[in-house]
């Protein structure tokens, strides 16, 4: 089993910047598929970011550009670099891992982006 804990949420203001971390206990995830998923309020799930082992990231189209993903796997924490933050970028930020899907998901940090 694997837990799942975000940090870093907060409030900020449209163009400023966020850094999200979300730390592994249980096992180690070097080898795990990771992800950033985000959910705002009456929407449905949308994807933001994943990277598979050490491969190069892929973004969503809504943050390409802006938000950087990245992962220490010594720490096994894995992070997500919000820049030029947009009010529609307001919602809460989930992190999920697994070795082939996403079997195991944090619970969510909130992310408010003010104009």
């Known amino acids: 089993q694997v837990q799942l804990v975000e940090f870093g949420g907060g409030l900020v203001q449209a163009g400023g910047s966020l850094r999200l971390s979300c730390t592994a206990s249980?096992?180690?995830?070097?080898?795990?598929?990771l992800g950033w998923f985000r959910q705002a309020p009456g929407k449905e799930r949308e994807f933001v970011a994943s990277q598979w082992s050490d491969r190069r990231p892929n973004y969503g189209d809504s943050v390409k550009g802006r938000f950087t993903m990245s992962r220490d796997n010594a720490k096994n924490t894995v992070y997500l670099q919000m820049n030029n933050l947009k009010p529609e970028d307001t919602a809460v930020y989930y992190c999920?891992?697994?070795?082939?899907?996403?079997?195991?998901w944090g619970q969510g940090t909130q992310v408010t982006v003010s104009s």
């Open positions: 249980g096992r180690t995830f070097s080898n795990y598929k």
């Open positions: 999920a891992a697994g070795p082939s899907s996403y079997d195991f």
